[in-house]
């Protein structure tokens, strides 16, 4: 009988702290998930809108550099190879192109309200740029108009050449 109470009690004492152990790990199980789904917003922010945002922002730079560096070209007086002056109008459009699709929807992307303001400015500083740019295309078309009548040279040439000096 007194084998019976003993193995009985250490049967009740081992399911009593069974118990007890799975409920502490279900807690801490429960308690551990909450930090976890922050830390996978977190990661998912920092791995989607960020990344997202800095890739749009790095192309955006990319195509300003393309377009500067093909008006540059272009501004070259001595430059008559029509084809490489074609290209590089070419290469200015598409540049353009790739700024307003990296920008599109750039402001959907979970921006904090410093990155908003931050991006507000840039779009605005972005269209007087753009602005300045094709000013100096309407010149350089002026130009395009000359160099296709064969004039390479002359007060007209000069005069629209330093304009588009002057403006790039």
């Given at each position: ?96 192109r790739e700024a307003n699709n990296a920008a599109e929807g750039f402001e959907k992307l ?54 588009a000096f002057d403006l790039a």
């Amino acid at each position: 009988v007194l084998l019976k109470k003993l193995t009985a009690s250490i049967k009740a004492k081992l399911f009593l702290s069974f118990g007890v152990i799975s409920i502490i790990t279900l807690i801490a199980g429960i308690s551990s998930m909450v930090p976890f789904r922050r830390l996978e917003t977190s990661l998912r922010h920092i791995g989607h809108d960020n990344l997202q945002s800095l890739l749009r922002i790095s192309t955006i730079k990319e195509s300003q550099s393309q377009i500067m560096a093909a008006e540059r070209t272009l501004l070259i007086r001595q430059l008559s190879d029509q084809k490489i002056r074609k290209q590089n109008y070419e290469d200015i459009q598409i540049a353009y192109r790739e700024a307003n699709n990296a920008a599109e929807g750039f402001e959907k992307l979970g921006l904090t309200p410093e990155q908003l303001v931050s991006w507000r400015s840039f779009q605005t500083a972005w269209a007087a740029w753009t602005a300045k740019q094709n000013e100096l295309l309407d010149i350089l078309n002026k130009q395009e108009e000359l160099l296709s009548q064969g004039i390479r040279g002359g007060r007209q040439f000069d005069r629209i050449a330093n304009q588009a000096f002057d403006l790039a």
